[in-house]
């Protein structure tokens, strides 16, 4: 009898990229591999009992369950685990970000029902030893997922030695330009009910303060107005200063996308805007530089060999807003170039004749945050450890039993994607058939 594996799809354009390359590791004769997302969590959780493993993006969607005893192998393979919530200088923020508010909170048994944690690097696997040592063997280091080298593959053409110069142009104006369509009005109503924000609350003496991007809405607004203010002068300047310029455009995954191609097509300048479904490791390659806000996005450009240029010091005005665990204050931000003005950066690059490297130090923090370059072989590490853990499941459900409730789980989830046609909105709310096999043929 195959074994079922259940993967649940939380972040569209990050999550899905991840899951279709894992399943290559999974022959079709012995393991039936299913997506699934929130719309399908109830479902799930009426036959999970008939799954043999499942995997989370984090520990909070046991939550959602309160107090079920799972049967299956629950599994965590994080969404995003590098940058300022991976900073070993706050071990409460990586505890958190790994266990969870409930876990922080006293509740151990989301914790404590999971198989198996899946990590990117070992500062998050120190800190998780040093403080909660009894889940050491459930924690493994496996490294970035989307470098693998299954999801780096593409149909992209390695770029001729010219002289065009490729330069990539990042956006995050999640506030300002809201993916579900929310005012900034809207965003700042929070102020009405938000208190003080707390990652967690255990007790006076174990919490800690929200003070990542979210936490303060009108800060953010004030910064998402100075970035995207500046990304309108580098343009235009970049426009200016170079003859063979091509600008690609990638918006944040969780912008409206239709305004932004409202806004850009009435700018008459080689501007190509990246369509949602490439992988953003896809859009790096032929990038001279990508240039945009700090985020983990420095990262990803970091591990293609794109060299990564912040605006944040543009306006002094920016760093009023900047609270401590923004991106930032990451580990990589420190070492990414980081101009004062425009014209410095213009000068930069025309001066600039040397294709980017990282040095030893950069290399140090993507080792330590996200196993690089070990993360080429993530996924079968990933499948590796699942597969052996499987091997030793013991099966206590009656096979014939087993087999009809797996084929009206099917029958069900069949019906559920087929006639689910709502607009998409949101990353997490989607019929599988025609996204799945889209980001198959990227792959091909």
Not at 221 to 250: G, M, Q, R
Not at 272 to 301: M, Q, R
């Amino acid at each position: 009898m195959k074994k079922y594996i259940y993967f649940h799809v939380d972040e569209l354009y990050r999550d899905l990229i991840t899951s279709v390359n894992l399943k290559k590791f999974f022959p079709s004769n012995k393991y039936k591999f299913i997506y699934g997302n929130r719309r399908n969590y109830r479902l799930l959780l009426r036959f999970s009992d008939y799954f043999d493993a499942v995997v989370f993006p984090k520990p909070q969607f046991l939550s959602y369950a309160k107090d079920k005893n799972w049967t299956s192998y629950v599994y965590y393979l994080y969404t995003e685990n590098i940058g300022i919530i991976a900073k070993k200088e706050f071990p409460k923020m990586i505890l958190k970000g790994v266990l969870d508010e409930h876990f922080m909170m006293g509740n151990n048994h989301f914790v404590d029902s999971a198989k198996g944690f899946f990590l990117w690097g070992n500062n998050v696997y120190k800190t998780i030893n040093k403080y909660y040592p009894y889940l050491k063997n459930k924690i493994h280091v496996v490294g970035h997922p989307r470098h693998d080298l299954l999801t780096l593959k593409s149909k992209t053409k390695p770029k001729l030695n010219d002289n065009n110069l490729s330069i990539g142009i990042l956006t995050r104006n999640c506030f300002l330009n809201d993916y579900i369509h929310s005012s900034a009005l809207e965003n700042l109503s929070k102020y009405i009910n938000l208190g003080i924000p707390y990652e967690y609350y255990k007790s006076k003496k174990d919490f800690l303060l929200g003070e990542r991007r979210g936490s303060q809405p009108a800060y953010d607004v004030a910064i998402e107005a100075i970035d995207t203010k500046n990304i309108f002068l580098i343009i235009s300047e970049l426009s200016k200063n170079f003859k063979n310029l091509k600008i690609y455009f990638k918006i944040h995954p969780r912008e409206n996308h239709e305004n932004w191609h409202k806004v850009l097509k009435k700018i008459n300048l080689n501007i190509e805007i990246c369509e949602k479904e490439i992988p953003f490791t896809h859009w790096l390659k032929n990038l001279d530089y990508v240039i945009g806000p700090p985020s983990t996005s420095f990262y990803d450009a970091c591990m293609m060999n794109v060299m990564p240029i912040s605006i944040h010091n543009l306006d002094k005005k920016r760093n009023i807003f900047i609270k401590k665990m923004y991106e930032e204050n990451n580990e990589l931000t420190k070492h990414v170039y980081s101009p004062k003005s425009i014209q410095q950066l213009i000068t930069f690059i025309k001066k600039n004749k040397i294709r980017y490297k990282n040095n030893k130090k950069i290399l140090k923090i993507l080792y330590d945050e996200a196993n690089y370059p070990n993360c080429k072989n993530s996924l079968k590490k990933i499948s590796n450890i699942i597969k052996e853990d499987l091997m030793h499941k013991k099966n206590t459900k009656n096979k014939i039993i087993t087999i009809n409730m797996r084929i009206i789980f099917n029958i069900l989830y069949f019906l559920l994607n087929l006639f689910f046609r709502k607009e998409i909105i949101n990353s997490s709310n989607f019929r599988f058939g025609p996204r799945v096999n889209n980001y198959k043929k990227i792959f091909e």
